[in-house]
């Protein structure tokens, strides 16, 4: 053993015996960690002359970055659309409790409300880094109230709204602040959806089009305003037709301008979409598939009723729709279960399953180069998983902020 | 000197790996005694293609060696020279080479000593023979281009000032420089037949780079092989062997 003093007073770890996440591939590799980054231990040995303080035997695990959810509408009883007195301890929950499921970063989703309810929660979300208290907030995204009547699917009919009058006014007065949102979703189709597009895509804010009856041609000509993502592909669209794709269709445009690349949502509980279709969408775009959860409120709970927002939603094993009928919404799944059905429906490897969580979601937000990746200089999110894609023990900063139960299950 | 001939590359490096510890046992690393490398270089250090690299993926990383040993030459020093005569010196402070262990290029180069260089040479700035930028464009996308044309490189002296000497040189197109170097002989235009002079040089190849040998020379030397072999037999550990010291008696003489 070399002797064990590091060149700098951050300690230096070095996680050995396990196969990283890097380039595409996994890798027998050691990870190396400094200061909550990913730390490059050829540059440490030649320039720094350093060597690893403590090191760690992964037992074989597979290391990939962690779980990104873009899509998260609540969970264990806590829904983000109700504007509650306890609202924060409610995020502060339900962002520990993700830790389990492999999610490092989230950005906590807001269906369809009043525009009281935006005034009142969004103020008390805040973007921050993850650590042992809990996942990291990357930003809110706002599923609605500017989405189409015919697609509202779980939304609430009298909240909808449009945009016509105002355009980007309007959408600021209805949420009150964008401070913390990273995704806004609205449908295309509305008049003046160009501007919008525009203006949100200007302040850095993600557009996604979702819950709409938009032709593909709408859909182009949004993308080409700036939306980049689809919320839960198939989803309250319309569905693909032959002669006019719809929104699916962007995921094979040729009018997608040079250098940008459409990412889509897909909640791949085996619910929501057939396996056969979360297929098709696959091969046809696979850099473009993200993984989301679309988790409510009844997530990690017992079955029966709870709330989606302004809605009452009764959960029956893994399936989720607005009490008394049969209205999909929202869902019950967890990231880790989302990413193990998608590997098995789509018999794909590992290593796509995983970025499909991790990568593809940071490349979407554009933090590819401190989130998504086991690269140097990275922050140090990650994940350790055992060869059937079950968190063992789940990483923030480089700090161990939650291990698998050995004597549990 | 040895010359050992094995079946194949795998088998080759083996053996040669196998002798190399044994010969680490026997010299007894340790505070004060360590293991040193020395290699030429001539590329940032962070290039996928650069020694440093090279040595970090295919060595360093593998072992739990103290990076305060490792001694490469830095190819970017702004005195190049100075980085050469600074060489030496480490070399000499720690007590001289006790096993150089390097290949050969086609045309039987040791280190960078290219076709020409002087048999006394140290370690010094090399200008590269075209040979050796062919054969190493391959690292660079096959531009020739984007290959370095110069190098830092030990010089053949410095080599020959080494305890012991371990080529290793497998392949049909290295068999005509392993011709040049033990068969012929001793001519700085094959600057590894230098070591015909040397010794104690271990030679070690598979039967490829034995193709521009005579029949003579590698009947005699596979003949040996029961003898060599036993050069790479487990030592016992150092433990058990107490306080014996370096030097093992060799059962036969070069």
Same mark, same amino acid.
């Given at each position: 053993m070399p002797s064990n003093k590091s060149v700098s007073d951050a300690p230096i770890v070095q996680f050995t015996n396990c196969r990283i996440l890097r380039d595409h591939q996994l890798q027998r590799e050691d990870l190396w960690v400094r200061e909550g980054k990913i730390l490059n231990p050829e540059k440490l040995f030649f320039e720094e002359k350093g060597s690893a303080d403590v090191q760690l035997d992964c037992k074989d695990s597979i290391i990939a970055p962690g779980f990104i959810d873009v899509q998260i509408n609540g969970g264990f009883g806590v829904d983000f659309s109700l504007a509650t007195d306890d609202f924060k301890s409610g995020i502060d929950l339900v962002s520990q409790k993700i830790l389990s499921h492999g999610v490092t970063s989230f950005c906590p989703t807001l269906v369809t409300s009043p525009s009281s309810v935006y005034h009142q929660v969004l103020p008390q979300i805040s973007v921050r880094n993850g650590g042992a208290h809990g996942a990291g907030i990357l930003g809110a995204h706002l599923e609605g109230p500017f989405i189409s009547k015919e697609k509202k699917? &779980?939304?609430?009919?009298?909240?909808l709204r449009t945009f016509?009058?105002? &355009?980007f006014q309007d959408l600021l007065a209805t949420y009150?602040?964008?401070?913390?949102?990273q995704i806004v979703t609205l449908a295309?189709? *509305? $008049? $003046?959806s160009s501007e919008v597009i525009r203006e949100l895509t200007k302040r850095g804010i993600c557009v996604s089009l979702g819950h709409s009856v938009a032709n593909l041609s709408q859909a182009e000509e949004a993308v080409q305003h700036g939306a980049t993502f689809i919320t839960h592909?198939?989803?309250a669209m319309l569905p693909f037709h032959h002669r006019d794709p719809g929104i699916v269709g962007l995921l094979t445009s040729? $009018?997608?301008?040079?250098?940008r690349r459409v990412f889509y949502g897909m909640?791949?509980?085996?619910?929501?979409?057939?396996p056969a279709a979360l297929r098709i969408a696959h091969r046809a775009h696979p850099k473009g598939l993200v993984l989301v959860?679309? &988790? *409510?409120?009844? *997530?990690?709970? &017992?079955p029966g009723r709870h709330t989606l927002g302004q809605q009452v939603v009764e959960i029956d094993g893994l399936n989720t729709y607005i009490a008394g009928t049969n209205t999909l919404s929202g869902?019950?799944?967890?990231m880790d279960t989302c990413v193990r059905h998608f590997q098995e429906a789509t018999g794909c490897s590992v290593e796509t399953a995983l970025e499909a969580a991790s990568l593809h979601p940071a490349q979407l937000l554009g933090i590819e180069h401190e989130k998504g990746t086991l690269n140097?200089?990275?922050?140090?999110d990650f994940l350790m998983l055992n060869d059937s894609l079950y968190v063992q023990a789940t990483y923030i900063a480089g700090e161990e902020v939650w291990r698998q139960d050995v004597s549990g299950m | 000197m040895k010359l050992i001939i094995l079946e194949n590359y795998s088998q080759a490096s083996e053996w040669a790996a196998k002798y190399i510890r044994n010969r680490i046992v026997q010299f007894g690393p340790g505070p004060g005694r360590f293991f040193t490398l020395g290699l030429p270089t001539g590329l940032?250090?962070?290039?996928?293609?650069?020694y440093h690299s090279f040595m970090w993926n295919n060595f360093f990383k593998h072992i739990d060696i103290s990076p305060e040993n490792v001694h490469i030459l830095d !190819? #970017?020093?702004?005195d190049l020279q100075a980085e050469c005569d600074a060489f030496e010196e480490k070399i000499k402070a720690a007590g001289g080479i006790e096993l150089f262990v390097g290949g050969i290029g086609p045309? !039987?180069?040791?280190?960078? #000593?290219?076709?020409?260089? /002087?048999?006394?040479s140290r370690t010094r700035v090399k200008t590269l023979a075209m040979d050796t930028i062919l054969a190493n464009a391959r690292f660079f996308d096959?531009?020739? /281009?984007?290959?370095?044309?110069m190098a830092l490189t030990v010089g053949v002296g410095t080599v020959m000032d080494a305890r012991e000497v371990m080529i290793l040189i497998t392949g049909a197109h290295k068999a005509f420089a392993l011709y040049k170097a033990i068969?012929? !002989?001793?001519n700085h235009m094959w600057?590894?037949?230098?070591?015909?002079?040397?010794p104690n040089t271990v030679f070690v190849c598979d039967?490829?780079?034995?193709?521009?040998?005579?029949v003579k020379t590698v009947k005699y030397f596979k003949g040996l092989m029961l003898v060599h072999n036993k050069l790479v037999e487990p030592l016992y550990s150092m433990k058990e062997m !107490?306080?014996?010291?370096s030097q093992s008696k060799k059962p036969y003489s070069d």
């Open positions: 699917g &779980a939304h609430p009919e009298h909240c016509e009058a105002g &355009a009150g602040s964008l401070d913390c949102v295309p189709e *509305m $008049r $003046r592909l198939f989803n040729d $009018r997608i301008p040079a250098g909640i791949s509980d085996g619910i929501h979409t057939n959860t679309d &988790a *409510m409120a009844g *997530m990690g709970l &017992a869902s019950v799944a967890t140097y200089d990275s922050d140090a | 940032p250090r962070d290039h996928p293609e650069s !190819g #970017n020093a702004p045309d !039987g180069h040791i280190a960078f #000593n290219e076709p020409g260089s /002087s048999l006394v096959g531009d020739l /281009s984007k290959v370095p044309t068969e012929d !002989g001793v600057t590894v037949s230098a070591f015909q002079q040397h039967e490829d780079a034995t193709l521009e040998l005579k !107490g306080a014996e010291k």
